[in-house]
């Protein structure tokens, strides 16, 4: 029997699929909101998020880092939707938007001693590698619990429209995290009181293992929207002017009052979910390869070309220019001391340390004095 | 001097504060139009507006989300979980978000707020109204926890709780809202945090407990008085941080130690306040140190008389550490 009310591609002709780059680069540029200078600045962001996360890899592979989850593929989304803000914004990441730190200032050395947890880390070691922060940029600091950066990212919307400022927040997620509790809440709590944020997600296809399919009947992510009463829009996340298009309309709808946008982005997890994963275990060559031609980069590129501000040789020029920049962060990131000095463990658990903890620090010196094994690994 | 019970005293607080400091904002469940189930912030809307004294879906983890949002943008939100036992579905914002912001971004963000719930048996409400879930969040570094146990406390307590600079759990004792009544002077009270309180002196025996059970070992100790047993009983006020030194000073004085709380037994807060007391008053201990507590099993709906440490139980382990 079939369905009725579940008509396949019903919620596809509903919230198609926006595109600003056509096959052969072109654009319609009334549809364009972003200069010249602008585009080729960020297809150079893009150049670099690809190049850092290639030799970030590299690095975890030469056991010169523990870990590393980058967004090889989905850069046109990251970089499309923080440039598509305001610099006063704030953004709540998911964790891997680091190129969106990168873009509001984060120096790309801090970031690299944050890889490596030495003592040039601004979070002193805390935290495992890719889960940075940069209140200077106002990027909020990274977890690795689903989705409970969304409701936090509306808390801050709204505590600024309380306080009477033009700010909006943005939040960043994966299609997995539509299935957490604090993709909903977060959705609805918004949608109630009109809050101004954009709720981003990176719908790439998989949540580690487990494919779109498997997270949600819904037939599109952007749909959603329309059961909290919120706007929801479905764009090509593999064409930064599209992204960047999307973002800046919503924005406006934030701040003028209108309320959220749920912001689907359609891209594609290209490599493996982190370090720690081998997807060949779980899909196919066929279906990564496919994605490949869809490279973001080369999309824009190939709008570049059509405008003629990208010479032939201008790629590899930028790809080596980028290489030499991630060169000198990590000769740069390595001249720190491998681990920040041991009451950094003790630092930033309350505003002041309590007895237990100005205790357990004596006890651990007084250990390490006693037998130098305490601070060596396994 | 105005005569307040607990509900009065908290709506004293959080009015004086929001007056003192227009950052200050209340969201949760039914508090604002209906001033809380609990008639906590009664008034308080009607006084602030709507958004500052904010009615949000009902969402535990909505209702800390988003206020670590606000935290983070410079508000000091208060926001109130109905019932202690509807705390779970916020667990995640509280333990891996609130309780970590400052340490996971070595300080450049802090996620300072309030987080006031009801908690406690003794009213008829099974184990979804009667829990007292404070040892899951004393284990969670990063949160304060205080647990006023009269309105003076509560008042004062609550006062400390907003100024302070890192996130605090503030366990309000239902059982005790109206019932406990006394004298709050009318203007700003502040009583610090991390400090505990001789309620009275005695040599015998240190009964240490907190909230609710405060009046329990109150009452126990006048009853042990008539035995010719000298309690005294310390009102920790604060769980963490901790009143070491008020802990450590007592027991060494009386060498005996009965604790006294409403959680289960296992991994209670009494097992690390009796551990911190044999580290440190070993050799002045004349008897093991007692728990008075609640049972291993959920809370109870029916024998919740028998489940609760209430003063005769309490008399009971002060009479066996005497025995000793």
């Not at chain 1, 654009?27 to 600045?41: G, I, N, Y």
């Not at chain 1, 950066?149 to 939040?171: E, K, N």
């Not at chain 2, 309690?231 to 963490?240: A, G, I, S």
């Not at chain 2, 209430?310 to 008399?315: D, F, T, V």
Request: hydrophobic share 40%; net charge negative; aromatic share 8%.
């Amino acid at each position: 029997m079939t369905d009725p009310v579940n008509v396949p591609g019903r919620w596809e002709r509903e919230f198609p699929l926006q595109t600003v780059i056509e096959e052969d680069g072109s654009a319609d540029p009334a549809r364009v909101t972003l200069t010249d200078a602008k585009a080729l600045d960020l297809f150079r962001w893009m150049i670099l998020s690809r190049e850092m996360d290639e030799r970030m890899v590299q690095l975890q592979r030469q056991g010169r880092i523990a870990f590393y989850i980058g967004a090889i593929g989905e850069e046109a989304t990251v970089l499309g939707t923080v440039a598509g803000m305001e610099e006063r914004d704030w953004l709540f990441p998911s964790y891997r938007e680091h190129a969106g730190a990168l873009y509001r200032g984060m120096p790309f050395v801090t970031f690299v001693c944050d890889l490596l947890g030495n003592a040039g880390d601004r979070m002193l070691g805390h935290q495992m590698p890719c889960h940075e922060a940069w209140a200077p940029g106002r990027f909020v600091s990274i977890s690795a619990p689903i989705a409970t950066q969304v409701p936090q990212a509306v808390g801050a919307a709204w505590a600024a429209r309380i306080r009477g400022d033009d700010m909006v927040s943005l939040t960043w997620f994966g299609e997995g995290a539509t299935s957490a509790n604090d993709f909903h809440t977060g959705a609805n709590f918004a949608g109630v009181h009109k809050v101004p944020v954009i709720m981003v997600c990176r719908n790439n296809g998989w949540a580690i293992s487990v494919p779109r399919e498997l997270q949600t009947a819904s037939e599109t992510i952007a749909q959603k929207a329309v059961a909290y009463g919120i706007h929801g829009e479905r764009v090509d996340g593999n064409d930064l002017l599209a992204v960047h298009a999307a973002t800046q309309r919503a924005r406006v709808r934030a701040a003028s009052g209108l309320g959220p946008t749920l912001l689907e982005c359609v891209t594609y997890r290209v490599e493996g979910h982190s370090t720690s994963d081998d997807p060949r275990a779980y899909r196919g060559a066929e279906e990564v390869d496919a994605w490949r031609d869809r490279d973001p980069i080369l999309r824009l590129g190939r709008y570049l070309t059509w405008r003629k501000l990208l010479p032939p040789d201008e790629v590899e020029a930028l790809r080596a220019e980028a290489r030499e920049r991630i060169r000198r962060a990590v000769e740069d990131a390595e001249t720190f001391a491998p681990k920040p000095s041991i009451q950094t463990l003790f630092q930033g658990v309350y505003a002041e340390p309590l007895w237990q903890q100005r205790e357990q620090l004596d006890e651990l010196r007084a250990a390490v004095a006693e037998d130098p094994r305490t601070s060596h690994p396994r | 001097m105005p005569t307040l019970n607990i509900i009065q005293a908290v709506n004293d607080a959080l009015r004086q504060e929001m007056r003192r400091d227009p950052t200050v904002v209340i969201l949760g469940e039914d508090v604002g139009k209906f001033g809380g189930v609990f008639r906590a912030s009664q008034g308080l809307q009607e006084e602030f507006g709507k958004d500052r004294v904010i009615d949000t879906p009902l969402a535990e983890s909505g209702v800390i989300g988003t206020a670590v949002g606000m935290a983070l943008y410079g508000l000091r939100p208060v926001p109130e979980i109905q019932f202690a036992d509807f705390i779970f579905p916020a667990m995640d914002q509280i333990v891996s978000e609130v309780a970590k912001f400052r340490y996971r971004s070595g300080g450049q963000y802090t996620c300072p707020m309030v987080i006031r719930t009801p908690y406690g048996g003794g009213i008829r409400g099974g184990h979804y109204h009667s829990q007292s879930p404070e040892a899951h969040f004393i284990h969670t570094a990063g949160l304060k926890v205080v647990v006023p146990s009269n309105p003076h406390d509560a008042k004062g307590l609550l006062t400390s709780a907003i100024r302070d600079p890192d996130p605090v759990l503030f366990f309000e004792p239902k059982r005790m809202y109206r019932a406990a009544r006394g004298e709050v002077p009318d203007g700003e009270v502040v009583v610090p945090i991390g400090k505990a309180r001789v309620t009275r002196e005695g040599r015998h025996v240190t009964l240490i407990a907190w909230g609710a059970m405060w009046h329990e070992a109150d009452q126990a100790a006048r009853e042990a008085a008539d035995l010719g047993i000298e309690c005294e009983v310390l009102d920790l006020r604060t769980l963490q941080p901790l009143d070491i030194d008020a802990i450590v000073e007592s027991v060494q004085k009386t060498g005996r130690a009965v604790v006294v709380h409403e959680a289960p037994r296992t991994c209670g807060f009494g097992a690390e306040i009796s551990a911190l007391i044999q580290e440190r008053c070993f050799l002045h201990l004349e008897a093991p140190v007692a728990r008075v507590t609640g049972f291993d099993t959920p809370f109870p709906y029916t024998l919740e008389s028998e489940y609760l440490p209430r003063a005769p139980r309490i008399l009971k382990a002060v009479r066996e550490v005497m025995a000793f």
